[in-house]
């Protein structure tokens, strides 16, 4: 089992009116036994994708191409493990059908020839993205990088971390906002509970006036009644 972090540049076709920006893709590939586990981060949106390609998916895509598995399978990690890419392979994160991302690797040399077709779901991090940055940054090489590729590794690890620090504290002002929400709707609540129980004692203090009303009523009935009686008996 490895796992290697590299970045990748998206292909793009410029009309006139577009600037000349070069997004990248930062690709993070776990290679096991049976299959590779695939985490994506394209610059140009801060979309994380994440994704596995099983190996027969790869030995089908050799016989396809009529290549040997070995040589293909060998080729394929070649294009996925190299830092900015291997020579003569373009590589793109599809988006032209919003609901099927496609991360694509083509191999350019005289004609077009499509390596890789995978299919992508939309993730909302890449922590494990980050944290194989960070391991691969501590290993210790096993040559003496020169010292474009130390700088490469720096920038990589520092855009990562910047992402993830804007990630939290995006997560941290939504957080602030549903508690004041929170606290306000908490606050609603207590108000009309408090306007339920003075309208509950407001009720039983006029029940308790009528019912005082209606004994004076009933009791002043009943000594009229008792004057009639004793004037009927004289």
């Excluded at 690709?27 to 586990?37: L, N």
């Excluded at 890419?85 to 690797?105: H, N, S, T, W």
């Excluded at 299919?119 to 210790?140: F, H, T, W």
């Excluded at 508690?179 to 108000?191: G, P, Q, T, Y």
Aim: hydrophobic share 30%; net charge negative.
């Amino acid at each position: 089992m490895s796992t290697f972090v590299v970045k990748l540049l998206q292909r793009s076709q410029l009309s006139h009116s577009q600037i000349d920006v070069k997004p990248f893709i930062y690709v993070r590939s776990k290679w096991m036994d049976d299959d590779v586990e695939l985490d994506f981060l394209l610059t140009c949106d801060n979309q994380n994708y994440r994704s596995s390609l099983k190996y027969d998916e790869l030995r089908n895509g050799a016989s396809e191409l009529e290549q040997p598995y070995d040589a293909f399978f060998a080729e394929c990690k070649n294009a996925l493990t190299t830092h900015m890419g291997l020579r003569g392979f373009d590589y793109e994160i599809c988006l032209e059908d919003a609901e099927k991302p496609a991360f694509k690797v083509y191999k350019c040399e005289g004609y077009e020839t499509l390596y890789l077709d995978v299919p992508l779901r939309k993730v909302s991090n890449c922590y494990q993205l980050l944290d194989a940055a960070i391991e691969a940054g501590q290993q210790k090489p096993q040559a003496a990088p020169d010292s474009e590729s130390e700088a490469q590794i720096t920038t990589s690890l520092a855009e990562y971390e910047k992402y993830v620090r804007e990630s939290k504290l995006k997560e941290q002002e939504l957080l602030k906002k549903f508690l004041l929400l929170l606290n306000s709707k908490k606050a609603h609540i207590r108000e009309l509970e408090s306007q339920l129980e003075k309208k509950g004692s407001s009720g039983k203090n006029n029940q308790r006036t009528s019912s005082d009303e209606e004994d004076e009523a009933y009791g002043a009935a009943t000594q009229a009644m008792n004057v009639d009686d004793d004037n009927d008996s004289d």
